[in-house]
């Protein structure tokens, strides 16, 4: 399969940090898991789909371009709840487990513009301004884990993803 057209290439904000969880729970699906999985989840319906969609191409691509956190972090977080509910018929719930689920929670208590899981987890994410505000959050985070898990504050590498196609002659 070949990528998609790209439609926009914009560097995340250079103060921008992003805290990462790696809850001590089972990994989420990958490799031919992963493959099974979605080829056996259902269709999501076009309300879900256009609504995503509607999200992506008029909150959180418009916020980027504007550097705008807040408006991206919530953005975002809706995407990542919409999602969610499109994993639900494998996963169960929203989230891989009930930590990344409380987790997640606590980073948007714990001040995120926005969060979620990645993929099919168990890493979630939350987003902030500013190193210190990384570093509080990391540590309001690392509380709430007691020792099941990782937590890291970083910025965003961004150089792009790079794609590579096998050439067949």
């Known amino acids: 399969m070949r990528p998609l057209p790209l439609l926009l290439r914009r560097p995340l904000p250079p103060e921008w940090r992003c805290v990462l969880a790696i809850p001590d729970v089972p990994p989420g699906l990958?490799?031919?898991?992963?493959?099974?999985?979605?080829?056996?989840?259902?269709?999501?319906?076009?309300?879900?789909?256009?609504?995503?969609?509607?999200?992506?191409?008029?909150?959180?691509?418009?916020?980027?371009?504007?550097?705008?956190?807040?408006?991206?972090g919530s953005g975002l977080t809706e995407v990542q709840r919409l999602v969610g509910e499109m994993f639900r018929p494998v996963q169960g719930e929203r989230f891989a487990h009930?930590?990344?689920?409380?987790?997640?929670?606590?980073?948007?208590?714990?001040?995120?513009?926005?969060a979620g899981q990645s993929s099919w987890g168990p890493a979630v994410y939350g987003l902030v301004q500013g190193?210190?505000?990384?570093?509080?959050?990391?540590?309001?985070v690392e509380d709430r884990l007691d020792g099941r898990g990782v937590v890291l504050a970083t910025s965003f590498n961004n150089r792009g993803a790079r794609?590579?196609?096998a050439d067949s002659s």
């Open 30 to 72: 990958s490799g031919s898991a992963e493959d099974e999985a979605f080829r056996n989840l259902p269709p999501a319906p076009a309300e879900l789909v256009g609504r995503v969609a509607q999200l992506i191409l008029m909150v959180v691509l418009p916020a980027l371009v504007e550097e705008d956190l807040t408006t991206f």
């Open 98 to 114: 009930a930590l990344v689920a409380d987790v997640v929670d606590e980073l948007l208590a714990g001040g995120a513009a926005g």
């Open 131 to 140: 190193d210190e505000a990384a570093r509080s959050l990391a540590r309001r």
């Open 163 to 165: 794609c590579w196609t």
